[in-house]
């Protein structure tokens, strides 16, 4: 159920519902001494953090568009 070798790289929802994470969620890279979490979201440092925000913020905006339409 959790094999993330064939998962695409924009599908984060079945990624993050795994429970042994292996890697960061944003760029798949290794986890260093400090394990960042945004939204229960497993992240490798502070520039992944900004960018998984930012993709948020990019979805939130977009659906809020789609409802005005």
Do not use: H, N
């Not at 929802?13 to 945004?38: D, N, P, T």
């Not at 502070?46 to 789609?66: G, H, I, N, P, Q």
């Amino acid at each position: 159920m959790c094999d993330t070798s064939q998962l695409p790289e924009r599908r984060l929802s079945e990624f993050e519902r795994c429970s042994s994470v292996k890697g960061c969620a944003v760029c798949g890279g290794k986890f260093g001494l400090i394990r960042y979490y945004s939204w229960r979201t497993a992240l490798c440092s502070k520039k992944c953090v900004d960018r998984f925000r930012t993709r948020r913020e990019r979805d939130r905006r977009w659906l809020f568009r789609a409802q005005v339409a």
